[in-house]
């Protein structure tokens, strides 16, 4: 099992960005989706989680800014980020729980990274 993300990038304040993480592999089902983000600085955060139901969960930082979504066909979770500040510049992380068959295991992709400058 794989996840892949995608889509980070230099964007200027103010602007936008869309992360993408696909799951690939041999697996029964997915659960939690969601992403984290972390600087040299601080602890991997939580960003945005998402169900298989589309019930979501925000940090505070991404709350009326940031909006979380999934296509279960794709085994994708997608952020779309607006509104970016220099303060959200990080490795952002996807994050999946996954059913390979065996159990329910919490996956990492590898990340990607988001530097919001002008």
């Known amino acids: 099992v794989q996840l892949q993300a995608s889509g980070g990038g230099l964007v200027q304040p103010g602007g936008s960005l869309r992360l993408s993480c696909a799951a690939s592999?041999?697996?029964?089902?997915?659960?939690?989706m969601g992403w984290f983000r972390q600087t040299p600085e601080k602890q991997r955060d939580l960003v945005a989680t998402?169900?298989?139901?589309?019930?979501?969960n925000y940090g505070e930082s991404a709350k009326d800014r940031f909006t979380i979504s999934r296509d279960n066909v794709k085994n994708t979770v997608y952020l779309q980020m607006t509104s970016l500040k220099p303060e959200d510049t990080a490795v952002y992380y996807c994050?999946?729980?996954?059913?390979?068959?065996?159990?329910?295991?919490?996956?990492w992709g590898q990340g990607t990274l988001v530097t919001v400058s002008s």
């Open positions: 994050n999946a729980q996954i059913n390979d068959g065996d159990s329910w295991k919490g996956y």
């Open positions: 592999g041999s697996f029964l089902n997915i659960n939690y």
């Open positions: 998402i169900a298989k139901n589309g019930f979501t």
